[in-house]
């Protein structure tokens, strides 16, 4: 497999690895154009899988203010990480940490050329859609991205029906609740929040953290 960016290829033996080492240090001084960002790439920072390599791509121009905000809102609390003073967020997606901040700039850790291309189609794709939602909704505040943020187990329990009746598969609602807030299950699992007699708790949640957020847990 040709890995035409950044030159990266599972190692053989040590004397190819030596060799791209020496690559990927040369290559870490240059930049190349990959899905309209600036790539570049560093080695020795991804602690997890220290042979993959630091990728940091810029787009020219950075990303519409809010964005981050927004990408904040899309995702469960606990696969997104609000950084106020950075204005950036980082996303849990493809098993690794993809960092984006509003300046532009977006960082990752990759194996190869495919997972470079792959990864930033991704973010190409949900910078455009929360874009779109910005043109038509506008900027989400702050304070409403650092409650989502805040946002625990207990809070989301208080909101479903609480008679750990087991439809969604889970022993008790607040087993539920935990879930879907980590990103493994969706909230409309819970059959009996569509209910009649429990419309009030999901018109209170509603209420409390917006339509952006009951999307985000998985409520069509
Ligand atoms: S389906 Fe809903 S009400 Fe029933 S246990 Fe699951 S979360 Fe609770």
Known sequence: MEYKHCGLKPWKSL??????????ERLSMESTLVK?????????????NPSNVTVEA??????????VEALALSFPPSKATYFR?????TIKAFNRLIGVYESGKVTFCASGDEEVEKILDYVNHIIESTSNE??????????????????????????????????????????????????E??????????????????????????????KALGWE
Do not use: Q
């Open 185 to 214: 299950k969706p909230l409309k699992d819970c059959k009996p929040l569509s209910k009649p007699e429990n419309r009030r708790l999901l018109e209170e949640f509603r209420r409390r953290l917006g339509d952006k957020a009951l």
């Open 15 to 24: 004397k190819v690895k030596a060799y791209y080492t020496v690559m990927l």
């Open 85 to 89: 003073d950075w204005n950036a967020v």
């Open 36 to 48: 309209g960002f600036n790539v570049s790439f560093s080695r020795g920072k991804c602690l997890l």
């Open 134 to 183: 910005i043109a038509e909704k506008g900027v989400p505040r702050v304070e409403d991205v650092e409650s989502w943020s805040r946002l625990t187990p207990l809070d989301l329990y208080k909101h479903l029906p609480k008679t750990n009746c087991r439809e969604c598969g889970e022993d008790t609602c607040i087993a539920l609740a935990a879930k879907v807030l980590s990103g």
């Open 58 to 67: 810029y787009k020219p121009g950075g990303f519409k203010k809010g964005v």
